[in-house]
Each structure stands twice: as structure tokens, then as C-alpha cells.
């Protein structure tokens, strides 16, 4: 049975995240439960929508990251792992985030990964809404393990949201998506984009439209997020404000994006809530945090500009410029014509 308004995230890699920091002459360490897909259910559960967390724990990382999780107020259903999980630690002592170590995920043994699909199926079906978050770690998890969940999600009715690239990507366009989030990093990396300008992300838009994804969003640092939404391209427009930590806001906006959509919203609505939360994550240290409230108020002043109409003002302020241009000449060259005349006579 479908429970309305509930999101399924499935978060195959959960990390834990062990972060440096100095507070005057204090130095503090803080210990959180990273990853896309934490940070996209902590966002969800942020904007006060049930969400249900479909993940897998492992060895000694695994330990201490399974009560971090479920502190992040979701619904925790996992797997137990005969690998461990991954972790990090950084350096934020002096303002910029510095990677000190990393030890990567161990791939899921077979058993245990068709427990953590079946998991993710039944709660699937019972969501409105499913997020397919990726990993850092490829190998623990095959791409062809996406394109049939996704599959078997929308087969029986169910709405399915997607922040992946590479090949996880390519595989659950098989299956189609209602809604897909990439950055513009992941189209060059990827070479679905020979390079970030307009015309070329715009041209990948449309392309992986084509292939399989309904709603496609493409966000680009610090400039206005694509997205590509009833056959036509906009942009994106936040309020100016300067960022604290720039990473997590593409997770915060699939996450907003999501929420929206399992609470029936449109996906205009889902979209600028979408791009609320990115905007307010990035004013913060927390990857994926933010308060509802603000989100709520900051998406008023967030606008979808079609790039049609973006266009049609510069042409016209073109042809503003230009006729201004000719008349400037056209006195110009009169006056000239006057002041020779004079001389001649």
C-alpha cells in the first residue's frame, strides 16, 4: 500500500564524515553520517517530509555510522555488511576544506545486495516518491543494479528522482526518469557536453530528455541552474548571497525537489523549493541542513526565467542599442555635413 506523501531514498554508500575545525584557540572534531543520499534524506526529513533511508553498514565505520544515521531523524532500513564503509577526514581548520585521508567502501557481496534491493523495492513501492543517490565508490555496487530499480519502481506507478552520472546514469535512462539532477562538472567529465557554455549544456538538456528523463536540471556553481521542463529550457534565479561552503547544493536541491513532489506539488513549485534549499545550504557549514522556514521564504524570490524570453530582451535591447547607434551617426554625420558647409561658405 502506497503511503502518500513519503520519500524512498537508496543510498547504497553511506560515509562517515569526520570533519576538523578550529574555534578560537579550541579545536573541535565533529563526527556526522555523510554521502549523497544521507545528505538528501536529512534535507527531505528538514523540509518535514517522511523519508525512508534504504542503505547498507559495514565493519567498524559501519558501527559508529548506523546511530549517526538514525539520529538524522529517518526512517533507518538497512543492510548489514560484510564490508566496511566508507569514511573521511578533513581539515576545515583554516576556513577551506582539506581532504587529510579517505578510506573507500568494500564492495556489497551478493547476498547482501539483493537484501538491500529488496528493501529498497518494498519501500519503494510504498513511497510516492524514490531518490537513487550514487556512491564515490563505484565498484561497490553495479550500474545495471539502478536500471532495474528504477524500472521496477515506475513499472508500478511510482515517481523516481535521480542526482548520478557515468554510468549509473546511462543506466537508469533505460528505465526512465520523471526527474534527473546532474552538474554541468559531470556533463564535460562525462562527454555528454564538450565544454560548460550555454549553448552546449543546453544542447545536453535536450539530449538526455531524449533518452529518457522528463524534468532534467544541470547545475552550474555559481552561475543560475538549467533546467529543461515542459519542452522549454529556464533559468534558475536565486537572491545573491554569499556562500559558507559551496558543496551539498546540488543534494539540496534534488532533496527539495523530491519533497515537493511527494507532497503533490507541481513541478514549477518543486523546483524553486528545489533551488531554495540549494541556496540556503551553501550559507551553512552543514552538507544537506538548512530550516524549513527559510527555505520556505527564500523560495518566493527564486524565479524560472525561460531562456526564450532571455533572449528576446537582448535582441531587443540589441536593436535598441543599434537603431540608438545609427541616430547617434545620422546626427553626428549631419552635424559634420553643417559645420563643412559653413567653412565653404
Request: aromatic share 2%.
Amino acid at each position: 500500500m502506497r503511503v502518500t506523501g513519503q520519500v524512498m531514498v537508496f543510498a547504497p554508500a553511506p560515509e562517515l564524515t569526520i570533519t576538523i575545525e578550529q574555534a578560537g584557540d579550541d579545536t573541535h572534531i565533529h563526527l556526522h553520517a555523510g554521502g549523497q543520499g544521507i545528505w538528501q534524506a536529512r534535507m527531505i526529513a528538514t523540509l518535514g517530509v517522511p523519508v525512508a533511508l534504504c542503505t547498507a553498514f559495514g565493519g567498524e565505520t559501519g558501527r559508529v555510522l548506523e546511530p549517526l544515521t538514525a539520529a538524522e531523524g529517518v526512517w533507518l532500513r538497512t543492510v548489514t555488511s560484510g564490508g566496511r564503509s566508507a569514511a573521511y577526514v578533513h581539515d576545515r581548520r583554516d576556513g577551506e576544506r582539506v581532504e587529510l585521508a579517505r578510506s573507500p567502501a568494500e564492495p556489497m557481496p551478493r547476498h547482501e545486495l539483493d537484501e538491500l534491493y529488496g528493501l529498497a523495492l518494498t519501500e519503494g513501492l510504498r513511497a510516492t516518491v524514490s531518490v537513487l543517490s550514487g556512491t564515490r565508490d563505484p565498484h561497490v555496487i553495479e550500474p545495471d543494479v539502478y536500471r532495474r530499480l528504477a524500472g521496477d519502481l515506475r513499472r508500478n506507478d511510482g515517481l523516481v528522482v535521480a542526482d548520478l552520472t557515468g554510468d549509473y546514469l546511462d543506466a537508469v535512462l533505460e528505465s526512465g526518469l520523471d526527474f534527473l539532477k546532474v552538474s554541468h562538472e559531470e556533463l564535460v567529465e562525462s562527454g555528454r557536453a564538450p565544454d560548460d557554455s550555454q549553448e552546449a549544456l543546453v544542447k545536453a538538456l535536450r539530449e538526455l530528455h531524449e533518452e529518457g528523463a522528463q524534468t532534467v536540471a544541470v547545475s552550474r556553481a555559481e552561475k543560475p541552474a538549467l533546467v529543461y521542463l515542459d519542452g522549454e529550457i529556464h533559468e534558475v534565479r536565486l537572491p545573491s548571497l554569499e556562500p559558507a561552503d559551496h558543496r551539498g547544493a546540488g543534494d539540496s536541491m534534488t532533496a527539495g525537489v523530491a519533497a515537493t513532489m511527494a507532497q503533490g506539488g507541481d513541478m514549477r513549485t518543486a523546483i524553486r523549493i528545489g533551488g531554495a534549499a540549494g541556496a540556503v545550504n551553501v550559507t551553512r557549514h552543514g552538507l544537506g541542513t538548512g530550516r524549513a522556514s527559510v527555505i520556505s521564504k527564500l523560495m518566493e524570490e527564486v524565479e524560472l526565467v525561460p531562456l526564450s524570453q532571455q533572449q528576446t530582451r537582448k535582441a531587443s535591447s540589441a536593436a535598441r542599442n543599434d537603431g540608438a547607434g545609427r541616430a547617434a551617426r545620422k546626427r553626428g554625420a549631419g552635424a559634420a555635413g553643417k559645420q563643412e558647409a559653413g567653412r565653404s561658405a
